[in-house]
Every structure is written in structure tokens, then in C-alpha cells.
């Protein structure tokens, strides 16, 4: 038996973004482990599958959601929103799965991050994923300066998260805490009509900052090499 680990659309329909032979593998499974019910069934929905006869666990309920497995059916992860376990829940049942002997299969699908790094023009050989950045104000300047230097040493691009109402302080904390020369990526709206994705080095930021608004973007720096 095996954990499929399903991509979902950032936006738009499931057709949009995942190649035929993973929607038609899809429609094969009955048993989903999801991030987000609501969110989850529309997918399925959307895929063809009978929503009312499929079983839908959410990924944080306290049971064993392995289950499937064990009795002999294969099982999809699915996110709300990507992929799984990057940057969203599902490791820690992709990891169960291989304890356990299963074999996990990982579909075809969006990526935020990837997608962004293949549209900001910065170094594509090395770069690290760095999720989201402190809260508090301090910690995240700190971090800001930690993940410049690490940039400018290792030519590596830093990349990062926020939640969409707190994309204006990041932002914000970037412009007034890099060098002018390091760049900067903004990706936002990936995948969707609205989609938005700029690089400029800070210094050209400072002298226009727009409005990124309250939607999922994806952050990316490259400090200038001395």
C-alpha cells in the first residue's frame, strides 16, 4: 500500500495544475488525510470523486490515520494549498508512513517556492528554504541580518514566508534593514490571474514600495558577493 502525497492548486482548478495521470491516480483513493476539510472537499469534488462516500480524516485529529494502510488501501495527503510537508502539515505522517514500511509517493503539482525561485532571476544552484521569519519586531530584524549574511557568504538565496496581513512589516523590515544592493523577489498571487512577481535590489524598493496586500506571497533574497 502506499501514502500518495497530493499537491493541491494554489488557485484556479485541480485541472489548471496537476498533469492528467495524477488526477486519474487520485480518482482511484477513497481515503484522504487533509489539512483542511472544507478546502479538501471541493478539491475531490472537483476531481470527479463522490465526496459523500469518501473517507476524510484532517490531518490534526487524535487517531491513528495510518488506518488505511494497515487494512490495506492506499492513502492520500493532501494539502490545502501546494504541496505537502513543505511549508504545511504532513511530515510527521509521511515519516510514520516509512517507520511503518509503507511506501510514499510523492504526485506532481505546485509549488509556491520553487515557482518563485524559477521567476526571481536570483541564484537557482543555492538556496535554502527558510520558512517564516520571527514575529516580533526585534527578532525578526535579527533574522533579516542573519539570513543577509548568510546570502552574501554562501551566494545563497534565502528564501521565506509570511502570513499575508503581516507581508507589509516584512516588507517594511527588508527595505529599512538590507544593503541597497542585495535583491529582493517578491512573488504574490502565484498561479493566479492576479499573480505579481518583481526582483530589484533594495535600493530601488526604498524609491518605490508598493502595496503587496493581504495575499499569499513568497519572499526571496540574494545579498550582494563582496
Not at 503539482?109 to 518563485?116: C, H, K, V
Request: hydrophobic share 45%; net charge neutral; glycine share 8%.
Amino acid at each position: 500500500m502506499i501514502l500518495y502525497a497530493i499537491p493541491a492548486p494554489l488557485g484556479g482548478t485541480p485541472q489548471d495544475a496537476l498533469p492528467a495521470s495524477a488526477l486519474a491516480l487520485i480518482g482511484t483513493l477513497r481515503d484522504f488525510v487533509v489539512e483542511n476539510a472544507k478546502s479538501a472537499r471541493a478539491f475531490l469534488g472537483a476531481v470527479g470523486l463522490p465526496v459523500r462516500e469518501l473517507n476524510i480524516a484532517v490531518i490534526d485529529e487524535q487517531r491513528d490515520l495510518l488506518s488505511p494502510l494497515h487494512e490495506g488501501r492506499s492513502l492520500g495527503l493532501l494539502s490545502e494549498a501546494g504541496c505537502p510537508a513543505i511549508a504545511d502539515p504532513g511530515a510527521a505522517l509521511v515519516e510514520a508512513a516509512h517507520a511503518a514500511g509503507f511506501r510514499v509517493v510523492p504526485l506532481i503539482g505546485p509549488s509556491s517556492i520553487t515557482l518563485a525561485l524559477m521567476a526571481s532571476g536570483l541564484e537557482g544552484q543555492r538556496f535554502a528554504f527558510c520558512g517564516y521569519l520571527p514575529r516580533e519586531a526585534g527578532e525578526r530584524v535579527r533574522r533579516i541580518r542573519e539570513l543577509e549574511r548568510r546570502s552574501r557568504g554562501e551566494r545563497e538565496t534565502e528564501i521565506f514566508i509570511e502570513t499575508p496581513y503581516r507581508n507589509e512589516a516584512l516588507f517594511g523590515a527588508l527595505c529599512e534593514n538590507c544593503a541597497p544592493s542585495t535583491r529582493l523577489c517578491i512573488a504574490a498571487d502565484l498561479t493566479l490571474g492576479s499573480e505579481w512577481i518583481r526582483t530589484q535590489a533594495i535600493a530601488d524598493w526604498r524609491r518605490e514600495r508598493p502595496a503587496i496586500g493581504k495575499r499569499p506571497a513568497v519572499f526571496l533574497l540574494l545579498a550582494h558577493h563582496r
